[in-house]
């Protein structure tokens, strides 16, 4: 009887929460989203002048904020999405993509906001030299853009955290919900600015010159953080402006499309968590470790880790345990888990073609296959560098075009059905939000165990700040799970292993709650008052 209204309580408590409409962070629950463009977020230097002028120049950095319409609550999470450009400006990157207006980003940031996040889409300073017949010379100033670019990011966290604390709110986020996006170019930034924890971390063999100096110099370049001034002492120009030094620039979440990592050895145990989405065989970022190359000019750089290499190194170091063992039972969980060896937070994203590129007659692999364009347009428009030189000897958009000949919106959007998909219910519980997972948990109780069998009891029960949990000798609690009223997951505990545990109440609100406890052979369950 007992084990019968059990399952009977919590069907219909699944049931009830299975048809609520209306789940923030989950479903896209504004219909309308403003866009604000051009907002200011600090001043530093940039060197895409020095050609023309001879020298660097101030450069004021701006981002375009999207925000859910008519929507009245003031602290929500806040996604800063960093987007693509191989650090050059469009078209000078020798792509259809590079700007902050691109398709594929606009759409992915309505969606989000559509859902309820804040969502925050920076410029970041560009330019290295790409063209240098000298391999050194293109390591040294890409990894010098890569840096300012993650002194860019650093600098837009502080930025949101400063005006929370002092700017009254004005854009209405929870300054520790933070989720850094990175998309292509982007990606590398994010993963970077999650993991370059001190200067000291990019004094790799790789990253010294002949000469023996390192290509990023701290007191010439400033530190990762920018927060310390940078000064070339041969020109006497300042590389490095500090913008909201009080701040730390620490987030929740870090999310890659397409990008990689500059070094494997920057990961630490206390990085955010991260979630990777790429193609395996990408033809430009690697999904292992391997050469760089640049679309730009496919040429080598240097040596990085792929998505593969990254969440592998992830699981080793549990810097995605507030997953791990979570039930999800989703489509996108599942589509990913076909190919990412159990790697939790990774995507692969599998994207096998029988076509030839006509000019390098290689296989015409995508590196983004969430992005489109209109191939009408960009197949006519040869790179600025290139003048009258056909492929293959110069990089014109038209192979891109080629490449990707069937880059629909159509296809681009279905892609980002399963990023977003993906990201929800990892987003919901990396960042504590207060989201309804039904239907991306498995909830399946059948295999239900007797609170005689299990010799589950809780106490004190009801409540008012802690309750012990103890099990039998022979039924090993593994995870615990508590669940409100409506169905919904408000808390979940793994790696218990143990016949006791202490369930801390936290901020939960007075109420009835069903305690969930997984064991090896099945779940039992008992109700919780907290008074």
Known sequence: ??????????SLLFLASSLMAQNRYVDEIFTDVTVEDGIYYGLNTTIIT???????????????????????????P?????HTGNF?????????????????????????????????VPDYRQGWNPISTDREVRVNTLINAAYRGVQDANTAVRFFKKSAAEGDNVFGIDPSKITLWGQGTGGYITMAANTLDQYEDVLLNKFIGSNGLPMVIESVNGDPFATTVGINPLSGDTLCYVNYPNYDSDFALCVNMGGAMGDISWLDAGDAPMISYQVPEDPFAPYMSDILIVPTTGDLI??????????????????????????????????ANRLNSGFEGLYPMDRPTDRLNPFTMMPAYESAPWEWWDPAFWG?????????????????HVINSIGNQDMSSDKGNSYIDSLIGYFTPRACIALDLDCNLVDFLNTDVQDVISNDVS??????????DQVSIRTNDTHVMLEVGLYDINGKLVQFHQGIDSNKYKLERN??????YIAKIRFEGGVSTSKLMFN
């Not at 880790?305 to 489509?331: R, S, T």
Request: overall charge negative.
């Open 1 to 10: 009887m007992n084990k019968l209204f059990t399952i009977l309580t919590l």
């Open 50 to 76: 020095v050609p023309s002028t001879g020298a660097v120049t101030k450069q004021p950095l701006f981002f375009d904020l999207y925000t859910p319409a008519g929507d009245s609550e003031t602290e929500r």
């Open 78 to 82: 806040l996604i800063i999405y960093f």
């Open 88 to 120: 050059l400006p469009n078209p000078d990157n020798g792509s259809t993509s590079g700007t902050k207006k691109d398709a594929c980003l606009v759409e992915i940031c309505n969606r989000l906001a559509r859902m309820g996040y804040v969502v925050a």
């Open 302 to 335: 240097v040596e990085v880790q792929g998505a593969y290499v990254v969440q592998e190194k992830c699981a080793e170091l549990g810097i995605n345990d507030v997953w791990a063992n979570m039930p999800f039972d989703d489509d996108y969980t599942a589509d």
């Open 380 to 396: 006519t428009i040869p790179h600025p560098s290139c003048g009258s030189v056909m492929p293959p000897n110069c990089s014109f």
């Open 455 to 464: 010799g589950l009891q809780l106490s004190p029960n009801p409540a008012s």
């Open 507 to 512: 901020d939960l609100p007075t109420g009835m």
